[in-house]
């Protein structure tokens, strides 16, 4: 309040509501939000998010190039070819071969009983064999390897399998031979700071003065 000369009406001064009066001043605190200051304990910050990667191998996915049977990392292949036959002769049941006549040799009875037909008759040296038509069979065998089968010699080899592409089998991003997971999590506030005003606490103090009106 102010007081004038005696004999005249005091002038006081007033302020809107809210505010304070300070002689011929109204003054106001006005508040704002605080802009606070963000951390990470682990991670990168980005905004207001601490974002973390991790890394792992990607699971290969494998194939046969060639064909055959896939197993873990191997492939198997079977394959067959024809056996190498060797060609040969026998006589009769129990005739031994005489090489100076070029016949097997058995008893003429023995070789008759068995149904041989005689290709030539007795000779001097003994009277009582007989030499015989031979008759020719073939053998077969697999010299490169394998397993016989008649006539046929199967194989089975293996090779190193390739790989087609690759996956993330536990999720995350594939990159190359690679899998990225990323996460993110809220950050940390460490402080606060005010781009005008007083900082107190986590707000911002601005005083807005007004000149008060006089009553």
């Not at 302020?15 to 304990?41: H, K």
């Not at 682990?42 to 207001?48: I, P, T, W």
């Not at 699971?59 to 036959?85: E, I, R, V």
Request: proline fraction near 5%.
């Amino acid at each position: 309040m102010t007081w004038q000369p005696l004999g005249c009406n005091p002038v006081t001064y007033s302020c809107p509501n809210g505010y304070t009066l300070s002689g011929q001043t109204c003054s106001i605190a006005v508040l704002s939000a605080a802009i606070p200051n963000y951390y990470c304990s682990s991670g990168v910050l980005s905004g207001v998010s601490c974002v973390t990667s991790s890394s792992y191998a990607a699971t290969a996915n494998w194939y046969c190039p060639s064909g055959g049977s896939l197993s873990g990392t191997t492939c198997t292949k079977a394959g067959s070819q024809p056996a190498t036959g060797t060609n040969y002769s026998y006589g009769p049941p129990g005739a031994y071969w005489d090489g100076a006549w070029g016949v097997w040799r058995v008893s003429c009875a023995s070789g008759a009983a068995n149904g041989w037909g005689t290709g030539i008759g007795p000779d001097a040296r003994n009277r009582s064999m007989c030499g015989y038509y031979s008759r020719t069979g073939t053998s077969y065998s697999c010299p490169s390897g394998g397993s016989l089968s008649g006539s046929t010699c199967y194989t089975t080899s293996a090779y190193a399998a390739s790989i087609s592409s690759y996956s993330c089998i536990s999720g995350g991003v594939l990159s190359g031979a690679s899998c990225t997971i990323t996460s993110s999590s809220a950050a940390s506030i460490s402080s606060y700071y005010c781009n005008s005003g007083v900082l107190t606490g986590s707000q911002c103090s601005i005083t807005v003065t007004v000149p008060a009106t006089a009553n």
